[in-house]
Every structure is written in C-alpha cells, then in structure tokens.
C-alpha cells in the first residue's frame, strides 16, 4: 500500500499529476482532500450497512458508492459496495468491487464466495466452481470464516462440483 505522507511531505494539490501522486504514492483520499474525516465515513458506512442488512441495497448505494470514491483503500466500503451492487442483480461491477477488496486482504474467504456467486449468477459455471473451491481452502486460513466455507460448500454441490 502506499506510503502516508508525514508533516515535512509537501504535496503538490494544484495539478493533474500532484493530485495522481498524492493518490498513488502517498496513500491521499478524496475524504482527506475534502476534509472528511474518519468519524465521518464511519458514521455513513454504519447507515449504508444499516440500509444493506435491512434489504435496502437500492437506500444504501448511493452511500456506499461516496464512500468507495472518496476512501478506496477501505476494504469494508468495497466490499459493502459489491453487495449492493449484487443484490441489485449488477454481478459484473460487484465482483470487481469484491476483487478490490480480497486485493487489500488476501485471506477474505467471503470475498472469494461473493465473486463465485457473481459468476454464477452471469452463467459462468465452471469459474463459480473454482472460486468455490478457492474459498473453501482459503476459508480454512481463518476460523471464523467456517460459515463462509460451509456456504461455498453448498454452492459448490449445487452446481455438481462435488466436495472441494
């Protein structure tokens, strides 16, 4: 990940390329630039995620996608995201936002299980079955994950991919 600027890092914020290489190199938020501060994604995340586990993803995406734009290094908020996006039938664009978030944590079983259920959903059998199988054996990393693996596990079955 990026390294965070210290108090002696000037950043050049008044050009195309200072704004590219405070993003890039220095790990600068949208959120940061515009004065949001954590308490304040925190605060709108916990409504999204209110809205998400209620079944409102069409209440809550509007917000998940502010947070994602301005603090794309957030795993929750991409994560977040891909689920409304799911639950609004857009499995394309959700697994690229799940595909973000396993980027920034590489043991998230769940985000493995949400990408297989995208790709079924478009029809793409045989790589559901193999995500799948990936999040079964990654599910194993982390034991908190065993709910996770047990429905990847019922996935895999249900499309006649046997035991992982």
Avoid at 36 to 44: I, K, R, T, W
Avoid at 108 to 134: H, K, N, P, S, T
Wanted: proline content about 3%; glycine content about 8%; charged content about 20%.
């Amino acid at each position: 990940m990026a390294s965070m600027p210290d108090a002696t890092t000037l950043l050049d914020r008044g050009t195309p390329d200072g704004i590219a290489d405070a993003f890039v190199n220095h790990g600068v938020t949208l959120a940061s630039i515009k004065g949001l501060g954590d308490d304040d994604l925190e605060a709108l995340y916990a409504v999204a995620y209110d809205h998400l586990a209620e079944g409102r993803a069409r209440d809550a995406v509007e917000d998940l996608l502010l947070l994602v734009t301005h603090d794309p290094w957030e795993p929750r908020f991409q994560f977040a995201y891909g689920l409304a996006l799911q639950q609004l039938g857009q499995h394309e664009a959700a697994a690229h936002h799940y595909a973000q978030a396993l980027l920034m944590d590489a043991t998230d079983a769940g985000c493995i299980l949400r990408i297989g259920e995208c790709l079924e959903a478009q029809g793409l059998a045989q790589e559901a079955e193999e995500a799948f199988r990936a999040c079964i054996q990654l599910s194993y990393l982390r034991p908190e994950h065993h709910l996770v693996r047990a429905h990847a596990q019922a996935r895999l079955a249900s499309l006649g991919g046997g035991a992982a």
